[in-house]
């Protein structure tokens, strides 16, 4: 069985949740949108599990900055919308931050590190 085999057993399928994961994946492969998330390292069970960050108006380099420090697709798009970039994000992650609270800091003027020593204290 092909993949468009699949997809189209999919399709057929009860359920809104499979008919519109499909609807997705047919999306990216027929306008020939895969051919650029391949060029970016992606595979296709990848390009579909972060194509929907694409269509939040998040280009495929910066999901893929996104990708390359670490981040799954629903971790990225909370980081983004609390306006983070991917480095940044990566740096608050890294010492135990979640994007609201990371944001409270980073808006205060801490850099991570800071914010987490004065954390680790009880602040």
Not at 9 to 24: S, T, V
Not at 98 to 108: C, I, Q, R, T
């Amino acid at each position: 069985m092909d993949l468009f085999e699949i997809l189209e057993q999919l399709q057929k399928k009860r359920g809104q949740a499979k008919k519109e994961k499909a609807e997705r994946l047919i999306k990216l492969i027929r306008e020939r949108e895969y051919g650029f998330w391949y060029e970016k390292g992606f595979t296709l069970k990848e390009a579909y599990l972060w194509f929907h960050l694409g269509n939040l108006g998040i280009d495929c380099n910066e999901i893929k900055a996104w990708k390359d420090a670490g981040f799954e697709p629903f971790e990225a798009k909370a980081w983004k919308y609390a306006g983070f970039k991917p480095s940044e994000a990566k740096a608050w992650k890294d010492v135990g931050f979640e994007p609201s609270e990371a944001k409270e800091w980073k808006d205060a003027g801490f850099e991570p590190f800071e914010a987490k020593a004065w954390k680790d204290a009880g602040v």
